[in-house]
């Protein structure tokens, strides 16, 4: 194999070193002055300027007027965006969906809202003997299903009104949620602690857990949801099953490029 000629050698550094630069600015919001990045790369301030120039004509980083530190530019948002709205949920979920089946022991969904109704989108069915079966592409009533609820629960109010107004509740089970006003209470208890339950709603010896997925704009699209028979889910193992749920429903959130601290006023 031939080996590198001197200049292929000094643009890999350059590339390197750029990359290095845009790191250090991901992980300070605060900017970085051209000494500090020299300094941190180990670089002479020149050097550190010129790539800086570089990065600024293309709007990969900007200057702040006020304190002449260096920050992430508008460039590297856009390209950001460009790539999330390229993501596949189904991809970008179906190996989360698998390990959660791996822990849980039981199917996994998900789901996501269309015409006030729950379309399957996907789903990794459990090994075990007694499971429900592959309901990819089916629709579902929102609001006695966990994938619904839970995406009710963390929808905008206005949504939320559009989706309640003149709807009339089916009965499917005796835990059916058929009054609007017990529907809000159970979205609320919902917000609080983060998953939704459908304890037989839909259907008897059947529980579920669901968890919200958002997007990078911090909107519900989408919950992720276990599903089994209640002598498997039991009220014991609640929590620790949501807990798995929740995991799973933040890790697919976070590969759309939703980060919380954005939306709940941490820094």
Known sequence: MPQATKSEVYRSQVLDRTFQILDILSSDGMGQGITELAEKLRLHKSTTHRLIMVLESSRYVEKDGDTGKYRLGSRIIELGLSALSRLDLYQVARPHLRDLVAVTGETAHIGVMRGGEIVSLLNCESTQ???????????????????????????????????????????????????????????????????????????????????????????????????????????????????????????????????????????
């Open 129 to 267: 003997t007694l499971r429900t079966p592959s309901t990819i592409g089916t629709r579902h009533p929102a609001h006695c299903s966990s994938l619904g609820k839970a995406i009710l629960a963390f929808s905008l109010p206005e949504d939320l009104e559009r989706f309640l107004h003149k709807r009339t509740f089916e009965r499917y089970t005796r835990n059916t949620i058929t009054s609007h006003d017990e529907f809000r209470k159970e979205l609320e208890s919902i917000r609080r602690i983060g998953y939704a339950i459908d304890d037989e709603e839909r259907e008897d010896g059947l529980r579920c857990i669901g968890a919200p997925v958002f997007s990078s704009a911090g909107d519900a699209v989408a919950a992720v949801s276990i599903a089994g028979p209640v002598f498997r889910i039991t009220r014991d193992r609640t929590s620790a099953l949501a807990a798995a749920v929740t995991k799973a429903a933040e890790a697919i959130s976070a590969s759309l490029g939703f980060y919380p601290h954005m939306f709940n006023g941490n820094s």
